[in-house]
Every structure is written in structure tokens, then in C-alpha cells.
């Protein structure tokens, strides 16, 4: 096997972001981007010398191509094998799932997660470390810099394998496993939960639920484990065919871009009790009751909180944690519990060290994600499963048990506004300006709300003393309510700011007043402090959930 060496220069900005490096596909195919990154991410490597990588993707358009390339890369690189799912498809959760079970050294994720696909739309990839989770901050920093001084990258002259079909084939002298996306994930998720329980409530005549797959990554993996395994009607999984554009939709699982499912759940007619659904690459999860979302900070605290009807929990957790965004519901959980509760910067990398020390089982985060210590990434059926098995346990509807949740905890009612598409020197300057305000913040008021304190996030992580700054703009109030702002890291277009609303109201006669309304003056305060219409121009968010 002969190592080309082909000559090639730095491109700007590839910098990963809070998930890895995501770019519109037009830019990922120029010649040479995508050789580039992965070159960076080969020569950040040492001693990956005849050991094993993981590779899949959601499916998105480019997935194929990219695929392909990387194997030639990884053969001249000099991994001994590379296990790749079929079709080159990997959930997020399912890869990392795979290289915790296989014990591989890594694994290379191509996802844009819940941003638009097809030849318009975004692409992505992002390295996992042999723990099964994302890379942290120092191997992305070094990438980054290796992006900035490259002037060759390594390949091999082989031709495309086909990836329709299990086996084993060769890339060069490395040995390309092809295997089923499905199974080891599917077996994993069968060891933590009851799914005779799940079986029998899926077949119980008064219970019926439905899971939207986005047009992404999940639904073979659902079909696999809802209807096959657990007996659930043919047809629950509905568009549950990967496509390379996802149907033209945005697979992100919020009442925005899951509208259909939402109403679905809302329309008594439909008889539908309990629904789901997962983005582009399937880590996130939307509950939806009748009627009912789901606020994801809300589902975190509800696993919790239930987590002793769960075969694989119900031995205690060591505690949990959530990105600072997201709401508090779970630390009063954790203090219930008499558990730690760790506050982490925005992005699943952050929770991997805590996972690895058993310091933390459940984590979660305000974007629809949670997970446990049974993967290294956020998962999105993993939390469908966990909400099955507690209402097969319990036997009462998905709004109740949260309804009954606020009774005991407390509601922290909860919604993010977002920005999107704006102007990135724009964002800059309405963070900035943010920034530079905060010494004068403690002690005002606006409108009756009294500013205990203002800060710009910073992390220290209690593993590996490793700390991050400029993590987002918190203001805290009375009385438990917050204000964060943040910019994204996943866009591909200008910025989007990220505005974090949060308000604690513990007595049960105002926790059905609406959470738009009951935030009202939280959103007023936003504006006020932040001039989000004077600098962005914008008066209303592009999303809300
Ligand atoms: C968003 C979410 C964050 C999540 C990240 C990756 O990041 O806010 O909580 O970890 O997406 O999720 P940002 O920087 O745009 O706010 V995924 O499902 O896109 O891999
Ligand atoms: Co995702």
C-alpha cells in the first residue's frame, strides 16, 4: 500500500464549534476542505497505528462521498480497521455506542445534528474519542491550529467499496468492517430498560404513540427497536426513511419544526396518548404528552426524579448534571436526592470527564438532549425508552407525571428565544456591550425584577482542572429566575443568539398560566439589558420552544 502525500494549504475558519466542525455542504466540497480536517484531526492522533476507527454519519447529503474519502485517509494514516455502518449511516448515539463496545481508539461522526441537509444545506464531522464522546476542548484547539499550518494531507489510490452490504472488505491493508448500524445500540438500550413492561404497554388498546424520525437518522434504529423488538403497530414510526435532505425539513425536535407531531398530540381525534421525536443525527429527543410538550429541562428532571422504576439506574445515581442553560428543575432533583449537580458549559463534550469519574449518571442539556453513563453523547430514544418504562410503571399520562412533578419540586418555567441569521458582527456587538455592562448589573432593577448578580460563565472542569471561558452571559434574580444569553456554535449563517429565560414559581395555583406570559417580564428585561431590537434589528425571535 503506497502513501500519497498530496500537497495542499490552510483554509480559514475551520474551527469546531460546540459540536465539531459544521460548514454549508458548497464549502465542504471545495477540493481539499475536507481532506484538510480530517489530515488535522489524523495528525492531532498518535499511536492510532493498526487500531480501530469508527465511522458513520445521519445520512445527509455528502455523507457518502465524504466516507469514502476518509477510508482511503484512514488506511494512509495507518488504523488496521475501520467499522463502518451500512450505507455509512451511525446515529451519534449508536457510533458512540459502538466504539465504547468495540473498544475502538476513535471515531469520525459526519453530522450537521439538526441543521438543514442536502446540496444547500449544512454538513459536519466531529472526532470521538475512545471513551465514545466527543473530543474535548484542548484536542479541538489543536486541531484547529494543525488546520492553520497544513500543507499536505495523506491518502492512498483505491477505489469507492461498496457500503450496501455487511462484511468485511479492504482499503488498501486496512480492513473495513461494515456492520449494522442497528444492532449493538439496540442491544445496549435493551440492557438499561424494562422492555417487557414498554411491550405490554405498547400493546395495551387505550395506548397509542407515534414517533416522527424526522426523514433522519432514527428511524431505521426505531423501527428496530419500537416495532420489531417492542411490538409497537407498524406505522408508529413515521417518516422513518433517512434522506439525504430530510425531506426538505429541519429534523431539530421543537414545536417549530415538529409542528405535525405537536398537533397530532393536541387533536383528541388522532387517539394518539404519547409521542416522540429525534433530529438529523438522533441525539435529541421531544416528549410530547396530550396536549403537552415536553419542556426538555423539565424531562431531565423528571428522569431523575423517577429514575428508581428504571432497571438500569434504580441502584441510585452518583449525580447529575446540565449545561448551564438549562433550567434548574434538576438541581432541585439532585438536593431532593442528596446528590451533586454539576453546572457545565453549553455542548455534550463537557460532560464526558464526569461521566468517565462516576461523578455524574444523568446529564442533560436545555436543546433536547439527555443522556446517562451508557454512552458518551446525548440520546435520543434512550430518553423515549426511559419515558416509556416510567409510563408503564406508573400508568398515567405523560402530562401528569409532569404536572405532579411541579406539585412536589416546584415549576421552573422555562423558554428559549432564538435569533437566527443575524448579523455576525452584530451578534459580537450585542455580546459585547452585554459584557462590558456587568459590573454595573448587580442591584438594578427593571421593572420590579432585582439583579442579585451578573457574570460571564466560566467553567473549571473538576476532573482534569481544565477551564473554559466566555461560556455566556448570565444574569440572576430574585427568587431563582435567570436571564442567559449565548451565541450558537452550530450555526453555518451570521450568528444566532440564544436568549435563556427561566422563572421559578412554586406555588401550584399559577403553574398552568402560560410560560410566554409568566416570562413576560423576564423577556422585558432581556430587551432592556441587552438592546436586542436597537442592535439587531429584530422585535420578535425566529423561534421560540
Ligand atoms: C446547540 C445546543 C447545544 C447542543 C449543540 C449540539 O449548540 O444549544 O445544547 O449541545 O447544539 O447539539 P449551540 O452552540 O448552537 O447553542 V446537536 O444535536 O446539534 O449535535
Ligand atoms: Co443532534
Not at 465514545?132 to 467499496?161: C, H, K, M, Q, W
Request: glycine content about 12%.
Amino acid at each position: 500500500m503506497q502513501v500519497i502525500s498530496v500537497p495542499s494549504a490552510p483554509f480559514a475558519g475551520q474551527k469546531p464549534g460546540t459540536s465539531g466542525l459544521r460548514k454549508k455542504v458548497t464549502v465542504f466540497r471545495q477540493e481539499r476542505y475536507l481532506e484538510n480536517f480530517v489530515q488535522s484531526i489524523f495528525d492531532t492522533l498518535s499511536g492510532q497505528q493498526g487500531q480501530t476507527l469508527v465511522l458513520g454519519g445521519d445520512g445527509r447529503y455528502y455523507n457518502d462521498v465524504a466516507i469514502q474519502t476518509i477510508l482511503r485517509m484512514a488506511a494512509a494514516a495507518g488504523f488496521g480497521r475501520v467499522l463502518v455502518g451500512r450505507d455509512g449511516i451511525l446515529s451519534t448515539p449508536a457510533a458512540s455506542a459502538v466504539i465504547r463496545k468495540w473498544r475502538a481508539f476513535g471515531g469520525i461522526i459526519l453530522s450537521a445534528s439538526h441543521n438543514a441537509g442536502g446540496p444547500d444545506g449544512d454538513f459536519g464531522i466531529k472526532y470521538n474519542l475512545g471513551n465514545g464522546g466527543p473530543a474535548n476542548e484542548a484536542f479541538t484547539d489543536a486541531v484547529y491550529r494543525r488546520t492553520l499550518e497544513i500543507s499536505a494531507y495523506n491518502s492512498i489510490d483505491a477505489p469507492d467499496i461498496d457500503l450496501s452490504r455487511l462484511g468485511e472488505l479492504r482499503v488498501g491493508d486496512m480492513i473495513v468492517n461494515i456492520i449494522d448500524p442497528v444492532a449493538d445500540y439496540a442491544e445496549l438500550l435493551e440492557s438499561l430498560f424494562d422492555f417487557e413492561r414498554i411491550a405490554a404497554l405498547l400493546a395495551r388498546p387505550d395506548f397509542r404513540m407515534r414517533f416522527d424520525a424526522m426523514h433522519a437518522v432514527t428511524g431505521p434504529y426505531a423501527r428496530a427497536i419500537l416495532e420489531d423488538r417492542l411490538g409497537a403497530p407498524a406505522g408508529t414510526v413515521v417518516n422513518g426513511t433517512p434522506l439525504p435532505d430530510f425531506g426538505g425539513g429541519h429534523p431539530d425536535p421543537n414545536p417549530v419544526y415538529a409542528a405535525e407531531l405537536v398537533a397530532a398530540l393536541a387533536d383528541g381525534s388522532s387517539g394518539l396518548s404519547f409521542g416522540a421525536a429525534s433530529d438529523g443525527d438522533g441525539d435529541r429527543n421531544m416528549i410530547v404528552g396530550r396536549g403537552f410538550v415536553v419542556s426538555p429541562s423539565d424531562s431531565l428532571a423528571v428522569l431523575a426524579a423517577n429514575h428508581a422504576l428504571i432497571p438500569a439506574y434504580a441502584g441510585g445515581l452518583a449525580g447529575v448534571a446540565r449545561s448551564m442553560p438549562t433550567s434548574c428543575a434538576v438541581d432541585r432533583v439532585a438536593a431532593a436526592l442528596g446528590i451533586p449537580c454539576y453546572e457545565t458549559p453549553t455542548g455534550w463534550k463537557y460532560f464526558g470527564s464526569l461521566l468517565d469519574a462516576g461523578k455524574a449518571t444523568l446529564c442533560g442539556e436545555e436543546s433536547a438532549g439527555t443522556g446517562s453513563d451508557h454512552v458518551r453523547e446525548k440520546d435520543g430514544l434512550w430518553a423515549v425508552l426511559y419515558w416509556l418504562n416510567i409510563l408503564a410503571v406508573r400508568d398515567l399520562p405523560a402530562d401528569v407525571i409532569v404536572r405532579e412533578h411541579w406539585q412536589r419540586f416546584g415549576r421552573n418555567v422555562y423558554s428559549r428565544h432564538d435569533y437566527e441569521g443575524i448579523d455576525t458582527a452584530k451578534g459580537d456587538h450585542l455580546m459585547n456591550e452585554l459584557r462590558s455592562r456587568l459590573p454595573q448589573l448587580p442591584g438594578a432593577e427593571f421593572a420590579g425584577l432585582h439583579i442579585v448578580s451578573a457574570d460571564d460563565f466560566a467553567y473549571t472542569d473538576p476532573v482534569d482542572g481544565s477551564r473554559s471561558e466566555c461560556q455566556g452571559i448570565r444574569i440572576l434574580l430574585d427568587e431563582g429566575s435567570r436571564v442567559v444569553f449565548r451565541l450558537s456554535g452550530t450555526g453555518t449563517e451570521g450568528a444566532t443568539l440564544r436568549v435563556y429565560l427561566e422563572r421559578y414559581v412554586a406555588d401550584p395555583d399559577r403553574h398552568e398560566v402560560p410560560t410566554q406570559e409568566a416570562l413576560a417580564p423576564l423577556i422585558g428585561l432581556a430587551e432592556a439589558v441587552a438592546q436586542i431590537a436597537a442592535i439587531t434589528g429584530r422585535s420578535e425571535p425566529d423561534v421560540i420552544s
